[in-house]
């Protein structure tokens, strides 16, 4: 387990698209995420969910670039 | 009270980060797509996992050709905090999520109906304000 707290720039450049579970992190004031201690890592989202963290405070984000583009996917050779 | 909450304009949707509260009351932050065409909003089953909310997901769950999220499940969530408000006993749907999506929610007009919203683009925030009940 990691023990290091990183910014949320550093988590992305050393876990690239990866799923994070955080811990002992930070937000500024309007809830933003700001850094924290990676305690899990994995490319696959249920892998990394698991097992739960019931009663221990976290972030569950991904480092990489969202490729959610809305939910209209029949128009996606129209969308911008 | 109004709240102000930031949001990056060079994103190709609005994200923000918002609160999940567990039963023990314990925080889990995560990362959401504001979705104003959604009328329900929708969370992550492996986000409601992590939390400990549900239990597990089937593993006989995908999305759907011509779908992008597979709802297969509705939960009223305890307590959340999205844009500053606290909402308690808020009902969604629990959902299947393409994980290159990076979002642990799509957060709907059932959510942004309850105040008066702002989406100012020149600075960068989603201003929400709660209906003063006469």
């Given at each position: 387990m990691e023990s290091e707290k990183l910014t949320w720039e550093d988590m992305q450049e050393r876990y690239p698209n990866e799923w994070l579970v955080i811990v002992d992190y930070e937000t500024d004031e309007t809830g933003r995420f700001l850094c924290g201690v990676v305690k899990r890592h994995s490319a696959d989202m249920d892998e990394a969910a698991m097992p739960p963290m019931v009663g221990t405070r976290t972030a569950f984000r991904y480092t990489g670039e969202s490729t959610f583009r809305g939910l209209r996917s029949h128009a996606n050779r129209h969308a911008l | 009270m109004q709240t102000v909450t930031p949001f990056d304009t060079g994103k190709h949707h609005i994200c923000i980060d918002f609160l999940l509260i567990d039963n023990t009351g314990t925080r889990h932050d995560c990362f959401g797509v504001v979705d104003t065409g959604a009328p329900r909003t929708e969370f992550s089953d492996a986000f409601l996992v992590h939390a400990g909310l549900i239990a597990s997901v089937e593993s006989d769950i995908s999305i759907q050709p011509g779908l992008q999220t597979q709802k297969h499940d509705t939960l009223v969530l305890?307590?959340?905090?999205?844009?500053?408000q606290s909402l308690k006993d808020f009902p969604v749907m629990v959902s299947r999520f393409d994980e290159g999506w990076g979002i642990g929610a799509l957060i709907g007009l059932?959510?942004?109906?309850?105040?008066?919203?702002t989406i100012d683009y020149e600075r960068g925030n989603l201003i929400c304000e709660p209906y003063v009940v006469a």
């Open positions: - | 305890p307590s959340v905090v999205i844009c500053g059932d959510f942004f109906r309850r105040f008066r919203v």
